[in-house]
């Protein structure tokens, strides 16, 4: 009887601790504390100098800034060029889970003006879209709900780099989520960068077939500033 009582409160222990270590995970660690734990993927050391840096620069920005959310397809943009206070918080490379993970360095999120969110593509491009349409809705509930969201499409790319077909399911996700959130607006940068066949339009990309040429980013802008604040 002894020897049961033990083992049953060792499990209440472990399953304790296990607890105790989930909630510190998503409520009170930094990233860099979760990653040495083991608690999410190690990121790159890029990575993880553009957070600390972007969180710094996130202590100290005023109410009412357009915070720009994404990958590299967003840090190449001139974010000013659509919101003149605006912050870019993108960064290359980043996935839908590590955007999501990396929520919590932006205190400012919820005193913004605005969110305009471009993210997905690298699910694709790293070969990791399986479950994507769950972490779009992850990122969904994470944002705050009162703040208008501009939430773009998963750009195209050229066939090779990634499968459109997917894409396509990921960005019916992302239209229909922002159809049930109030305050959002879904711009389709489909007919904007791409044909009428779904192929990209070479003027507007990089020879990479990923990336946007600066003509690229100037039809983007333009469809931007029909939606952000000023």
């Known amino acids: 009887m002894r020897r049961i009582i033990k083992w049953i409160f060792i499990a209440y222990l472990v399953v304790l601790h296990l607890l105790m270590a989930i909630m510190l995970a998503r409520y009170g660690l930094p990233l860099s504390v979760r990653i040495k734990l083991g608690l999410v993927s190690a990121n790159t050391p890029f990575y993880e100098s553009m957070l600390s840096y972007q969180h710094s620069v996130d202590t100290s920005l005023p109410d009412g800034t357009v915070v720009f959310l994404g990958d590299s397809i967003t840090q190449g943009l001139a974010n000013v060029a659509v919101a003149p206070n605006s912050v870019n918080y993108g960064i290359g490379g980043q996935s839908t889970s590590q955007l999501h993970d990396s929520l919590r360095n932006y205190p400012s999120?919820?005193?913004?003006?605005?969110?305009?969110?471009?993210?997905?593509?690298?699910?694709?491009?790293?070969?990791?879209?399986?479950?994507?349409?769950?972490?779009?809705?992850?990122?969904?509930?994470?944002?705050?709900?009162?703040?208008?969201?501009?939430?773009?499409?998963?750009?195209?790319?050229?066939?090779?780099?990634?499968?459109?077909?997917?894409?396509?399911?990921?960005?019916?996700?992302?239209?229909?989520?922002?159809?049930?959130?109030?305050?959002?607006?879904?711009?389709?940068?489909?007919?904007?960068?791409?044909?009428?066949?779904?192929?990209?339009?070479?003027?507007?990309?990089?020879?990479?077939?990923?990336?946007?040429?600066?003509?690229?980013y100037r039809v983007w802008i333009a469809a931007l500033k029909k939606h952000a604040p000023q």
């Open 109 to 216: 999120l919820p005193r913004a003006k605005a969110i305009v969110l471009t993210i997905g593509i690298n699910d694709f491009l790293q070969h990791g879209e399986r479950g994507v349409a769950q972490r779009l809705a992850q990122i969904d509930q994470a944002l705050p709900a009162h703040v208008p969201l501009i939430w773009n499409a998963v750009m195209p790319v050229a066939p090779e780099q990634a499968d459109l077909s997917g894409v396509a399911q990921a960005n019916a996700e992302i239209k229909r989520l922002c159809a049930q959130r109030p305050q959002c607006t879904y711009v389709d940068t489909w007919p904007l960068l791409a044909d009428e066949s779904g192929l990209i339009r070479p003027a507007y990309f990089m020879p990479d077939g990923i990336h946007l040429s600066p003509e690229g």
